[in-house]
């Protein structure tokens, strides 16, 4: 979401990050978001979240979790709201009548997606044009309940779909935790002085439920599409992830399954495929050759193998102080696997990033971004077509700029609170209610 927008992020990744949260966290101030009420935990029921249900068939790999037997999961009360879309979230896929199979070697593909209607159209439209996508399972997971990014989503017949909601997004909570609960401290606020409730950030600044909910989106829906539903418990193939400001071009699907195809082979220390250069604003080198480089955030897929190794570090990243999840995975989770973790594309993209507004400009009404995302992406005839060749050689691009381990995040997560719900996600399609034993 706000980690595809480049505009965006350059400002807040600049030096003025910690005074952009203060400015972000004085006008949420502002706006009167605080009502009375406090957080209110209540122990997760297993599976309830996704509302998967079952007692699956679970792979090895699913049963080789790591549970800390020190660390108690906890998840907020649901309000009536987020308790209708786990009920949603339990339904089977549309459109399986005029899709009823899915056939060996297709990719799950996740979208996720906030609150900006006019891109989700872009990029729904692109995907009614990728050729194989009617062999797809796409699931669209939503940051918050919107009704016309819902109508969106609904109206899509080009392939199966499976819609998602996360029941704990901080929009789902007008007076409560994980949205701003009262007594909660603000901007700078010096707790003992004011006594009121928060861990400050690295920077000094407390958290702000519209700048967490990213970071805690990403990371429920990994957690949920991996081991919370029915439809992809038992999958053992790659799942591509995509975002609402990603156009996908015509190719995208053959090209991914062809790269997800010559990976074990082309490139067996790649841990991933991915549609677009990680330079996102790059299109690709056009030269006849793979290219294996670090991990991109536009159009990437793994397999289980790879979700376990990343969900294995689920303390890492839910304590790491930096709200975007993306840089928490270049600082911290993929520096802790021991060795690079390439991803393989092709010399051309198949997706593209497209937009000017940020996550946070698309939200408030006061200063509602204006962007038909019209500028939208120039295709040639080559980017219609499968254009990955298997008889390529791969170019290795070793050492590369970016976030790496030893940043120190740009914060914006300090509270305790959010890095114990983001833990408890890790948790909560494994814990074992001890009542339903
Ligand atoms: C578990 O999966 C295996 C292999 O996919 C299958 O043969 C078996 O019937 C499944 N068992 C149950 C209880 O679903
Ligand atoms: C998943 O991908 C990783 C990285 O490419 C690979 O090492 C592993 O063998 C794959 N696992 C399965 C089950 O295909």
């Not at 203060?22 to 406090?38: E, F, K, Q, W």
């Not at 209708?84 to 549309?94: F, G």
Request: hydrophobic letters at 35%; proline letters at 6%; a positive charge.
């Amino acid at each position: 979401m706000a980690t595809g927008n480049s505009h965006h992020r350059a400002r807040l990744r600049s030096r003025a990050a910690p005074l952009l949260l203060v400015v972000m966290l004085a006008v949420l101030a502002l706006t009167g978001l605080l009502r009375a009420s406090r957080h209110d935990f209540v122990p997760p029921v297993a599976r309830a979240a996704a509302g998967g249900g079952g007692n699956g068939n679970h792979t090895i790999a699913q049963r080789k979790i790591l549970l800390d037997p020190d660390f108690t999961p906890r998840l907020p009360r649901q309000s009536a709201l987020s308790l209708s879309l786990s009920q949603r979230n339990a339904l089977p896929p549309r459109n399986a009548d005029r899709f009823p199979r899915l056939p060996e070697g297709h990719l799950k593909v996740v979208l996720y997606v906030h609150n900006r209607p006019r891109y989700l159209r872009l990029v729904v439209d692109s995907l009614s044009r990728v050729d194989g996508i009617g062999e797809a399972l796409l699931i669209v997971s939503h940051d918050g309940y919107f009704p016309e990014m819902d109508k969106i989503v609904q109206a899509i017949t080009f392939c199966q779909v499976k819609q998602i909601f996360a029941p704990y997004s901080p929009h789902l909570f007008p007076d409560a935790f994980p949205g701003v609960s009262s007594g909660d401290c603000q901007g700078k606020d010096k707790a003992t002085e004011k006594h009121c409730h928060g861990d400050p950030d690295q920077y000094g600044n407390h958290r702000s439920p519209r700048i967490v909910s990213l970071k805690h989106h990403w990371w429920w829906m990994m957690n949920t599409v991996w081991d919370g539903l029915e439809e992809t418990r038992d999958f053992d193939g790659h799942i591509l992830f995509i975002e609402e400001d990603h156009y996908i071009f015509p190719n995208a699907y053959r090209n991914a399954q062809l790269l997800v195809d010559l990976k074990p082979r082309k490139c067996p220390q790649c841990y991933a495929i991915n549609l677009a250069p990680s330079d996102v604003k790059a299109k690709g080198e056009g030269w006849e050759s793979l290219i294996a480089e670090k991990m991109g955030n536009i159009g990437y897929a793994f397999n289980r193998t790879v979700w376990r190794k990343i969900h294995a570090k689920a303390k890492q990243f839910c304590t790491f102080d930096e709200y975007n999840w993306d840089i928490t995975m270049w600082a911290t989770v993929y520096p802790s696997f021991g060795s690079p973790v390439y991803s393989l594309r092709g010399p051309r993209r198949s997706a593209a990033h497209f937009g000017k507004c940020g996550l946070h400009q698309g939200q408030g009404a006061s200063n509602v971004c204006v962007d038909n995302g019209d500028a939208a992406v120039q295709l040639d005839a080559i980017d219609k077509v499968p254009n990955i060749k298997a008889n390529w050689p791969v170019h290795i691009i070793q050492r590369q700029e970016g976030y790496q381990a030893g940043f120190k995040g740009w914060g914006g997560w300090g509270d305790k609170r959010d890095q114990e719900l983001c833990l408890s996600f890790a948790y909560m399609h494994h814990f074992k209610d001890p009542s339903s034993a």
